[in-house]
């Protein structure tokens, strides 16, 4: 897919990174440099922002425009990652493996686990007992793995977008194939986009 720099959110970016710039050299006349390397170091931050948040694009599974491509991106509606090389935006290889579990899948009331590993996608063996305690919510997970592994995934948090505090939990994964599968399993909605792109190139 296309990267396509959206205007708005370069101006917005530009306009923070300035602000801040502007605040620091202040402070820097007033003497507070402490405050005014802080405030340098976030406006040279933001230039990153610049660089790679005001970037736009569609999801190459679901179509679905996504915004802020910095790392590795998660589409809202088919749940797929992606990232960009050399200009365009791909989703992950099916085999892609993370050197940590980074891949976050947001868990609903169904947790069925595909038989893979979690850390490299093959044929699973056993399963390691994970377990989250947070004040909305606490459970015990199974995460399969072969007989290599340890470590695959992890249970965390992430706060649900546009609602605030509430946090919802989410299975990290290493292995992509096994974060799809994840999909599969639990949000049949979600997968219909999957479904569609393996037809089309099969
Ligand atoms: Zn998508
Ligand atoms: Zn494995």
Known sequence: MPVHRSWLRT???TLIVLLLLGL?????????YLVAGLLALFGLLSIMGVGSGSYITNCPVCGKELRGLIGLK???????????????????EPNFVGQTPLLALPLGSRREMPPLCCACGAPAVRADRLRIIRVEFAFDLDAPHCALHTGGADLASESIA??????????????YA???ACIKANFPGAAQYAGQTNASIG
Request: proline share 6%; aromatic share 18%.
């Open 24 to 32: 620091a050299a202040f402070m820097g006349f007033s003497g507070e």
């Open 178 to 180: 096994f974060y799809k």
């Open 11 to 13: 101006l917005a970016w």
């Open 74 to 92: 998660r589409c809202p509606q088919c749940f797929c990652y992606g990232k960009v090389a050399e200009g365009q935006y791909y989703e992950l």
């Open 162 to 175: 546009g609602k605030g505090n509430p946090q919802t939990p989410v299975l990290k994964v290493k292995s």
